[in-house]
């Protein structure tokens, strides 16, 4: 069917808006605007059928005239987004069916390939308007709101997309986990174990960097994504543990980093440091969880009975490169899979004696067990310190002082 044939037939179920008609050939041609395609079509029709064109003035059974209240529903958006800062943005539709309906049908009776869905249209439509009121841009890929429209209800909602900074983080004290724990008794609801707080620890890394970004960003919530984790009683000191901060629902999101790092560790009062790098994405949260990094420890060995330091730095030696066959560790087994990981022991150094410990640091690939590594854990972890040295030797303390990171820029 010709393009004259098809619009005629369009018009023929009823009275329809210069938009509508024009988004039914949405993709043909490029350069015009749906309401100027539209137009265009009838006044073709007009000429060619030698009938007098007449703007349309009436009841689009499409839209409902949707398009007539671009300019409202633009002006509705500055409103809902006030008190948020952004600087870029994209508008979303939740259609209402019977518009879906009517034009899914007109697609399907006269089998056109081009059309443009209603959706597509009022986002960037009303997008323009809202573009031309506040002198922002729509951005498809990242913006940093969405405003969903809502003409069923007459109404906007947005969604603050989150911000990201990525740095290293220390902890100089032990017992704090790395992230927020509900308290076991009552998982999180608050009861006489936890002081009414719902919390099994007071404070977390994440809660002790977090507290300050909440309040910086006035932000909903602050989450943690450490490149791994150290044990709840492990330090991590040295150069810190890679992380990527996400503010939640940020009402602002330029903030100096360096001023926010000062407020962070003002706030901390030396148990947990941060040094923020830069500015981070979504993107890299994924990067950074799956970077399987080798990390350092330094720890203090405890062994059964008195035992020379000569024989026990010749032990550490058996160690030194070792292809270590590690069951998962009792401790662990109730939230990770039963099985057996191979990994290697880069590294390994006696670093002397210490109040009758001593002192040793491991380069142990990602994912090695340290503790299990010294103690064997009953035989699940093959060779182990205590399996070599034919007597029991745990860690006594442990301290993370290295694990590699994200490029870091300057
Ligand atoms: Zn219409
Ligand atoms: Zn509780």
Redesign the pocket.
């Known amino acids: 069917m010709e393009i004259n044939e098809q619009a005629k037939s369009i018009l023929s179920y009823g009275e329809c808006c210069d938009h509508c008609l024009g988004r039914f050939f949405g993709k043909r041609s490029f350069g015009l605007s749906n309401d100027e395609r539209g137009r265009g079509l009838k006044i073709a029709l007009a000429i060619g059928e030698n009938q007098p064109y007449t703007k349309f003035t009436g009841n689009c059974w499409v839209c409902g005239n949707f398009f007539d209240g671009v300019q409202e529903w633009a002006e509705r958006v500055v409103r809902t987004v006030q008190g948020i800062e952004f600087s870029s943005f994209l508008i979303g539709c939740r259609v209402p069916p019977l518009i879906a309906e009517n034009e899914e049908m007109v697609w399907s009776d006269l089998s056109l390939t081009e059309p443009e869905p209603f959706k597509s249209e009022v986002n960037r439509e009303v997008g323009k308007a809202v573009s031309v009121l506040i002198g922002k841009t729509v951005d498809f890929k990242k913006p940093d709101i969405v405003i969903i429209l809502d003409p069923a209800s007459e109404t906007a909602e947005v969604q603050i997309n989150s911000v990201f900074f990525y740095g290293r983080y220390q902890k100089y004290e032990r017992g704090i986990p790395q992230t927020h724990w509900?308290?076991?008794?009552?998982?999180?609801?608050?009861?006489?174990?936890?002081?009414?707080?719902?919390?099994?620890y007071m404070d977390s890394v994440e809660e002790l960097i977090g507290r300050p970004v909440i309040t910086a960003f006035d932000a909903q919530n602050a989450v943690l994504h450490g490149a791994g984790r150290e044990d709840i009683d492990a330090r991590m000191i040295g150069t810190g543990r890679p992380f990527i901060m996400e503010v939640v629902e940020p009402k602002v999101r330029s903030f100096d980093l360096a001023a926010l790092e000062q407020e962070i560790n003002r706030a901390a009062e030396g148990r947990v440091s941060v040094s923020i790098k830069r500015w981070s994405d979504r993107a890299e949260v994924e990067t950074l969880k799956s970077n399987k990094a080798h990390k350092k420890y330094r720890i203090l060995v405890e062994v059964d009975g008195a035992l020379p330091a000569d024989e026990f730095a010749n032990a550490l030696k058996t160690l030194q490169g070792a292809t270590i066959h590690q069951r998962t560790p009792e401790r662990v087994a109730h939230r990770r899979a039963d099985k057996i990981r191979e990994r290697k022991v880069l590294d390994i150094e006696y670093y002397g004696q210490q109040d009758g410990k001593f002192v040793v640091e491991i380069l142990g690939e990602a994912g090695l067990y340290i503790k299990e590594l010294i103690s064997g854990d009953g035989g699940r972890t093959r060779p182990s310190l205590t399996e070599i040295l034919n007597r029991s030797a745990h860690v006594f303390s442990l301290d993370v002082v290295q694990v590699e990171g994200m490029k870091e820029g300057d």
Request: hydrophobic share 15%; net charge neutral; charged share 30%.
């Open positions: 509900d308290c076991r008794a009552c998982k999180g609801e608050g009861c006489e174990k936890c002081n009414f707080t719902g919390a099994q």
